[in-house]
């Protein structure tokens, strides 16, 4: 068996994140042509076909979403690892990680509140895409949709919330009247995977309105919510969201709940810290701010093992 080059690995990972030759090309610096024989290259020595690809769109195969997570894994693997050893730790630094998801959508919008309160407290945010992909030398507070698994850590139980469909306005401004829970078999589904073994998020909102999965059209899987957010603005489907995660865009009607139906997210979230680190007040600080936050949320409820 050939392996695939690492420049060829990392052009693929490039196109498949942008979904654009272009961007991946502007990216690792290189030109159009080289990310499109880079792409070729690869498609020829592993014998199957990575992307479909139109003149005016570029979208993974499903053998290319099949292949896509592990690739992009193992890449933002080798990048850290770069990044580590050219830039050590500053000891001075809070580093708080968690999910792409609940750092863009919920996190940043109240971090700068935090920071004018506590102007001597730095805080840097790390995002990650997968829950083994603790990072322990990279950050002193975690937040995971995970159980504790880790012997490293001490967990404590954070929050749990709900899911539901969301979609852009413009689905509903096509349609002639009221979406239909039946209309759902003609919408694409998106969806992200989720993490560990809980139940997919569809199979368990499906089964609460007695609709078969079989019967529905899924759409593209997507590595993180921020990204479904962006592809449901641009009305390309209805996705599951977790309530925290899609408040602002409800309230500023960028996105619409096109039924009231909720059911409990599959899971809960965890505060992770690793044991090793020594007692730091400024990561006191910010973890009292933390759930005090998640209380004043009404998207958010705590609970207990």
């Known amino acids: 068996m050939h392996i695939p080059t690492l420049v060829s690995l990392r052009a693929f990972e490039a196109v498949a994140r942008h979904k654009s030759f272009r961007k991946a090309a ?43 997570p592990s690739i ?3 890449i933002q693997g080798i990048i850290k690892a770069t990044k580590r050893i050219q830039a050590p730790n500053e000891p001075d630094v809070l ?32 995002s990650t895409f997968e829950d083994g992909d603790y990072d322990m030398h990279r950050f002193d507070v975690g937040v995971f949709n995970a159980p504790p698994f880790d012997d490293r850590f001490h967990y404590s139980p ?9 979609c852009s306005p413009d689905i509903l401004n096509d349609s ?12 694409p589904l998106l969806s992200v995977p989720n993490t560990w073994n809980e139940p997919d998020d569809w199979d368990c909102w ?8 079989k019967a529905m ?5 997507f590595d993180n919510y921020p990204l479904v957010r962006e592809a449901l603005i641009n009305n390309h489907g209805i996705s599951l969201a977790r309530a925290p995660f899609c408040a602002r865009d409800l309230e500023r ?21 690793p044991k090793e680190k020594l007692p730091d007040p400024n990561r006191d600080l910010f973890v009292g701010w933390l759930f005090a936050e998640i209380e004043a949320d009404p998207t958010m409820r705590f609970f207990n093992h």
């Open 26 to 68: 502007d990216e690792i610096c290189v030109t159009h042509a080289a990310v499109s024989h880079q792409i070729k290259a690869l498609e020829t020595l592993i014998g199957i076909q990575l992307f479909d690809r139109t003149s005016r769109s570029v979208e993974l195969t499903t053998a290319g979403e099949q292949y896509y």
């Open 72 to 74: 992009r894994e193992h």
């Open 95 to 126: 580093l708080v990680q968690s999910y792409a998801s609940f750092n863009t959508m919920w996190l940043q919008p109240r971090l700068a509140e935090f920071l004018q309160d506590n102007p001597n407290t730095r805080v840097r945010i790390i």
């Open 158 to 166: 954070l929050f749990e919330t709900d899911i539901y469909p969301v």
């Open 176 to 187: 002639r009247k009221k979406l239909s829970l039946t209309s759902l078999k003609s919408i």
């Open 206 to 213: 499906l089964a609460a309105v007695n609709l078969s999965r």
């Open 217 to 221: 059209k899924f759409g593209s899987v």
């Open 253 to 273: 009607g960028r996105l619409i709940k096109p039924f009231d139906i909720s059911i409990p997210e599959p899971g809960q979230w965890y505060l992770a810290i």
